[in-house]
């Protein structure tokens, strides 16, 4: 028989299916109601729920609640420090099994190649990663990326079967302005899906940008910011990542009225957040535990998500949907007992029998070599701006603050926690040194260095000391990319991420431990955040209000402008 004729022969039963599952309780988040019964798998489709079957290998879930897979809308695989396989294995056991990503990080350090590298690594995990295409690299005029990605190039993209559409377009005053460059993207994903990214606009720029046939968005921080945009015609996904968190503000905006037009996501979160707290899972509990009906929740972590991406054959759990199924032990806590992906039943064994593909982007730090002194200003005079962080968001403030002239140099001043922040070209391209001010860190002594700086990850480095600036720049070379952190010229600890400066090599665990060992030495250095690492790499973003810096100098982000 071919495909589709056993797929209906296992549903009516007249052939034993592949999979059973057997004394579980199907949750229907159409209807909200509870569905007994087995639930029949064939390859990787659900061909029958709500009967009895019989299966040629049958999975108990006895008390357990079968819920669809879980979809986080908008992420950068990136962001979690290891490779697309580490990450699988990291998070599709806590019920993702669907991750729709945009590798823009590792294409604004390789440009395509780090696409097509994303596409070949989704042809062999157990989740199945949705890869969309980078629309803004570079993010702005107003950096030096790695690499550059104009329509031509993303046309040759397009046909790989990982693909949904065009990601995150960032460049929103490129899109409201009508720039040349913009529009060619847009024409070529003409009648596909189209990500957003347009924090805090609104009114008749935000009208602009949805006329453009944008139609999600991830960057409302307040709820009359994201009720505005449903409004519009957009699909809010609520964020929670390691930096932006976004799930308490917008949680009152989510009820079964809404649910279906908000989904969920995490931007950027790493294996330490991940371990301590959770992912998709983490989220759902939480929104529950704020008021958040369950349907709500769950509709908004699975179905919601796949209707807003046009991803049809997921999102619920009926015949003819792909068997993405999470067997909940618990509800309101999202407790997972087991994960079904794509008809697979996820385990180390199925981990260990997946095909891999070759690492990419080694020996990609080719920064200047660093001194003290390339720390220093050079000011004529004592006003200046300031980059204001604002702990658990990644837009920023303006400030202005009056520093000293001191031997022809602005110094930092620990006191008032004034750190000097510096961004260095690392890509071969021109040597940039970019010097500022930052509040917000809490550092007494010692510099972080930090190859992940979005979007155009070269170095950025903060510090109090321009030796341990330099210290702990200069290391990053030596290890491939990565953190450090250094003090009193001494290394106190670091991790090494040679994949493109972003990515480790090492599995998920251990690179989870090491981000133990460097929060603790951060927090030696008096920092006082919770996520120093990845709030450093945010301060670099010159498409997210309000200040920011990049090797070309400070941007006031409000205005698309460097300063001075």
């Known amino acids: 028989m071919s495909d589709l004729e056993t797929r209906i022969a296992q549903g009516r039963g007249d052939a034993t299916a592949e999979l059973v599952l057997r004394g579980g309780t199907v949750w229907d988040l159409v209807t909200d109601t509870m569905i007994t019964g087995d639930v029949a798998i064939c390859g990787d ?23 669809p897979g879980f979809i986080d809308t908008h992420l950068h695989i990136e962001s979690s420090l290891v490779t697309p396989f580490e990450f699988d294995r990291c998070v ?25 590298y994303f596409q070949q690594a989704s042809e062999h995990t157990l989740m199945d990663i949705r890869v969309q295409l980078s629309s803004c690299v570079p993010s702005t005029e107003m ?5 550059r990605i104009d329509a031509e190039d993303l046309a040759a993209l397009m046909k790989h079967p990982s693909g949904i559409g065009l990601a995150e377009f960032m460049n929103y005053p490129g899109v409201i302005h009508r720039d040349p460059g913009a529009m060619a993207k847009l024409r070529l994903f003409d009648g596909r899906h189209i990500d957003g990214h347009c924090p805090q606009l609104s009114g008749r720029d935000l009208n602009a940008y949805a006329a453009a046939g ?10 009359d910011e994201a009720l505005e945009k449903l409004q519009k015609g957009m699909r809010v996904l609520i964020r929670e990542g390691s930096v932006s968190k976004d799930l308490h503000a917008l949680q009152p905006l989510l009820t079964d009225v809404t649910a279906p037009y908000m989904c969920l996501c995490t931007d950027d979160r790493n294996p330490l957040d991940i371990g ?29 998500g796949a209707e807003a991406f046009g ?42 029998s997946r095909g891999g593909v070759a ?11 660093l001194t003290a002194r390339d720390f220093r200003t050079t000011p004529n005079r004592e006003e200046t701006d300031v980059i204001g962080i604002l702990e658990g968001k990644i837009i920023t403030e303006h400030l202005h603050e009056t520093v000293p002239i001191v031997d022809g140099d602005t110094p930092p001043d620990p006191a008032r926690d004034l750190a000097r922040i510096a961004v260095v070209e690392r890509h071969g391209k021109n040597g940039n040194i970019a010097n500022g001010f930052v509040r917000g860190f809490g550092l007494k002594a010692g510099a972080i260095a930090s190859t992940v700086c979005h979007d155009h990850h070269n170095i950025a480095c903060v510090g109090v000391d321009y030796a341990d600036m330099a210290l702990a720049a200069n290391r990053l070379a030596q290890i491939e990319g990565g953190f450090v952190v250094a003090q009193d010229g001494k290394v106190l600890a670091e991790l090494s991420l040679p994949v493109a400066g972003l990515m480790s090599l090492a599995p998920f665990e251990q690179v989870r431990a090491d981000l133990e060992c460097l929060r603790s030495a951060a927090t030696s250095l008096g920092v006082t955040l919770r996520e120093p690492f990845l709030q450093l790499a945010f301060l670099a973003l010159p498409v997210i209000p309000a200040l920011k810096i990049t090797d070309r100098g400070m941007v006031d982000v409000r205005r698309f402008e460097l300063i001075g």
């Open 359 to 369: 690492p990419v982007a080694r020996r990609s730090v080719r920064a200047p070599h």
């Open 45 to 67: 489709t659900i061909v029958g729920i709500g009967a009895d079957y019989a299966g040629h290998a049958v999975v108990d879930v006895t008390g357990l609640t079968l819920v």
């Open 214 to 223: 944008i139609r999600t968005e991830h960057e409302a921080t307040t709820a």
């Open 311 to 352: 991803l049809k054959d997921r999102g619920q759990i009926a015949p003819g949907r792909r068997a993405d199924i999470v067997a909940l032990s618990d509800v309101a806590s999202c407790r997972v007992a087991k994960v079904i992906a794509g008809g697979v039943v996820v385990d180390e064994a199925a981990f260990a």
């Open 92 to 116: 599709t056991p806590l019920g993702v099994t669907t991750a729709i990503c945009d590798p823009h990080e590792i294409a604004n350090v390789i440009g395509i190649e780090g696409i097509r």
């Open 143 to 147: 950096e030096t990326a790695g690499a």
């Open 276 to 304: 301590e707290e959770g992912h998709l899972n983490f989220m759902i509990a939480e929104l529950i535990r704020l008021g958040t009906s369950p349907l709500a929740a769950y509709r908004a972590a699975s179905l919601s």
